[in-house]
């Protein structure tokens, strides 16, 4: 035990005396490892942003349906009984579903765009206007309702009298769920490209170390040290690359998401604006540490052979 926490505290010592050596390189292979960890880690926040807003939309799809200008308070009643027909049947053929439908009058239509209209400065358009243009509606919102059903909900619908149109927005449910399955799938792909580049920034940063450390090497194999300890200070100095690469990344996906959305005013919430919590932060150090250190283990062990130790 006390040979191996030696040979530990000799591997940090050299990983320590050859970033010294070459700061700018150490530096320059920090970077690169930052940028290649920070956009993924990026991406997650946008799906991290993406995912509540497609969850609420998925679950609670709406159906506007629209009459005729010309139809009557009674064509009104009539059209909502319909509608409520067929939400009773939905809810019968599902339990767990709930179908919220809310009437919307033309009067109330009127209110409301006028209301919209003042808050935009656009009041004067409305004031010339003698009869309201607008048409009676509902808007029909479902909730743990397939989206076939639903479909289906609003095929029926347009068949009721003076029903002018019905405009459902299942369409933007699939187009979302869409977008954020394919951020998921890139993020995965870029997530192991950047992998890679982390192992490729390593082997060949040791790939360089090992040449210019190569007079040393041959003396330490002399001297009895065996080839798990030679490779030692080079698989630490791998996974200390990676591990300050993956810290800088994560600080400055921080900063963005804290200078962009504005999602936090303490520094105690940095994993909040950046996307992530603890956890996935841990893993990403983690990850890219031992990335770092397969990449200057897999470089010493082959450089290793080549000069003849």
Known sequence: MKQWWIGQQHAWRAAYVAARREPLAWLASVGVIATAVLLPVLLHWVIGLMVPTAREIATDPEVSVYLAVDASPGDFREAQALIDEQ????????????VLVTPVPKAQALEQFKAQAEQAGNAAAFAALRDNPLPDGFVVRF??????????????????????????????????????????????????????????????????????LRDEIEVARLVGATNATIRRPFVVRGAVLGFAGAALALLLAA??????????????????????G????????????????????????????????
């Open 87 to 98: 939400v009773t049947a939905l809810r019968a053929a599902y339990p767990a579903a709930r």
């Open 143 to 212: 909730t743990a309702v397939p989206t076939g059903e639903i479909d289906g909900f609003a095929q029926r619908v347009r068949s009721i009298p003076k029903v002018d149109a019905v405009q459902l927005d299942a369409q933007w449910v699939r187009r979302v769920a869409s977008a954020v399955q394919a951020a998921s799938a890139m993020q995965w792909a870029l997530s192991v490209l950047f992998g890679l580049v982390v192992i490729a920034v390593t082997f060949n940063a040791t790939y360089a170390q090992v040449l210019a």
């Open 255 to 276: 900063l963005i998401a804290r200078t962009g959305a504005g999602l936090f005013a303490g520094t105690a919430d940095v994993a909040v604006g950046a996307g992530i």
């Open 278 to 309: 603890l956890r996935e932060i841990a893993i990403v150090l983690l990850t890219v540490a031992l990335l770092g250190g397969a990449g200057g283990w897999w470089s010493a062990t082959r450089q290793l052979r080549r000069v003849g130790v």
